[in-house]
């Protein structure tokens, strides 16, 4: 990282809520979609995830953390 002027990023050691964000993500995901499903292909995986982020997740899904709104909703109501 130094050799590209980077520098690493992190929080406390043993903060349990380092992760909170994406964990939650990772097991919604599984939830709603991984687990649901027996897939036979690499690319059945990656479009379906796409699909599921970018149609579903990031815009339609209501989210406790925005008082149960969709992300969309929520910056229309914002801005």
Request: one cysteine or more; a positive charge; hydrophobic letters at 40%.
């Amino acid at each position: 990282m130094r050799n590209h002027g980077l520098t690493a990023s992190m929080s406390g050691k043993g903060n349990c809520y380092d992760n909170a964000a994406v964990e939650s993500f990772f097991k919604s995901l599984k939830a709603e979609m991984v687990w649901r499903r027996n897939w036979q292909t690499r690319r059945e995986v990656e479009v379906a995830l796409f699909e599921y982020i970018n149609g579903f997740y990031n815009f339609r899904r209501r989210h406790s953390a925005l008082g149960w709104k969709s992300p969309v909703a929520f910056e229309r109501k914002a801005a």
